[in-house]
């Protein structure tokens, strides 16, 4: 702890060294925190219809702050990895996909690796997998500009 005196009133200033591996997320993240890159580290790209599966990812926070893991009690505010499923004409087949929890906080300018639960639709035929992190309750990376990852999936 470091003290100042500033016109004879006494601050105290707590210096904090970072986050813990699993910090809380009080407010929504700003957009230039909610940034990231995403790279699937799987050639995975055949489905058959409802299947569930882990697909290994990639994240690199790019933005000038940490990604915290963990939400509020009520479960609100958590970062998770997740996806929609489109087709390729851009219609919406499933916005909200299974949520992954991170499991530790993302520093600036470091990775974590991920096991993306990820479930296919439930009919088949051509889909474009587009994965995005998302916080609880408050937004979705994209929507900050933040890179989503986008793969052709044939779903049989």
Known sequence: MRTFIILGTLFALLQLSGCSSKTTATARLPDSTASVGIAVKSPLRKLKVNELTAL????????????????????????????????????????????????????????????????????PGRYILVIDLVQEGAVWFQTTGSQTAGLLFTVE
């Open 56 to 123: 290994p990812i990639s994240i690199y926070n790019s933005g000038d702050g940490i990604i915290p893991s963990e939400g509020k009690a009520d479960g609100s505010m958590k970062v998770f990895a997740t996806y929609h499923w489109t087709r390729g004409n851009n219609e919406m087949v499933v916005w909200d996909g299974v949520r992954t929890p991170l499991g530790e906080d993302i520093g600036h300018a470091k990775s974590l690796d991920v096991s993306l639960s990820l479930k296919a639709p439930s009919d």
